[in-house]
């Protein structure tokens, strides 16, 4: 290992030490195992699974007798409307604006997404690289539950849905399962989604504690 790679796993390590304070491995890994099984529960009531993102806060400044602490809002998106289908950094980002401004005294530390997906199963690079994956022949109906939290310490479970001849749902398998190793540096990729979410809180945030302090050097 390099001088440099060591030092990227000090900082990695420090930041994961210093968010436990915030969000504990113990409850992220049960925000996840949550979300995983709301999905497993909607696929046997309904059959399919809408897309939906769970924003997981805590409260900035808990009493310490406060057992109340961390709350999880549920946002579920229907299918794009193709006026936004072109922007949706954009409207991930207004999502995580408003959960700011819905919950001023919390952190959004954890974000879990879930919904459905088709998943390329061709076997070259080049055939996946160059097909659709919603026109691939050899596509498969999924669905993914994927989060990450403020530290980036991120899990990803892709199950494939498997259906009856006449459609109807039949039971889920597993494709994938990568879940956050507090042992490992190395992180799995994070859905753009809710890195988008994340980037309009953290500029929301700021916007709102420069107004603050704005607003208390006024007062004084």
């Known amino acids: 290992m ?10 990695i390590n420090l930041m994961r030490t210093m968010a436990q304070v915030f969000i504990s491995d113990e409850q992220y890994f049960e925000n996840l195992e949550d ?4 999905v497993k529960e909607q696929m046997e009531e309904d059959g399919e699974v809408q897309m939906a993102f769970l924003l997981h806060g805590r409260k900035r400044d808990p ?18 409307p193709e006026d936004i289908a072109d922007r949706k950094e954009e409207v991930m980002m207004g999502l995580g604006a408003e959960w700011v401004d819905k919950n001023p005294d919390q952190m959004l530390v954890q974000i879990v997404q879930v919904g459905e997906a088709w998943v390329s199963m061709s076997k070259t690079k080049d055939e996946a690289r160059t097909t659709v994956p919603s026109k691939d ?41 990568v879940l956050y190793d507090p042992n490992d540096t190395k992180n799995s990729s994070v859905s753009y989604l809710i890195l988008g979410i994340y980037k309009g809180y953290f500029l929301a945030s700021d916007k709102a504690e420069a107004k603050k302090e704005e607003e208390d050097i006024k007062s004084e």
């Open 2 to 11: 390099s001088d440099l790679e060591g030092a990227k796993n000090e900082v």
């Open 35 to 38: 979300a995983d099984r709301l």
């Open 63 to 80: 009493a310490p007798d406060d057992k109340d602490i961390f709350s999880v809002t549920i946002a579920v998106m229907a299918d794009w």
């Open 137 to 177: 022949p050899n596509r498969i109906e999924c669905i993914t539950v994927s989060t990450a939290s403020i530290d980036q310490r991120t899990s990803q479970i892709l199950y494939e849905i498997i259906r009856n001849e006449d459609g109807s749902y039949k039971e889920l398998k597993t494709k994938m399962k």
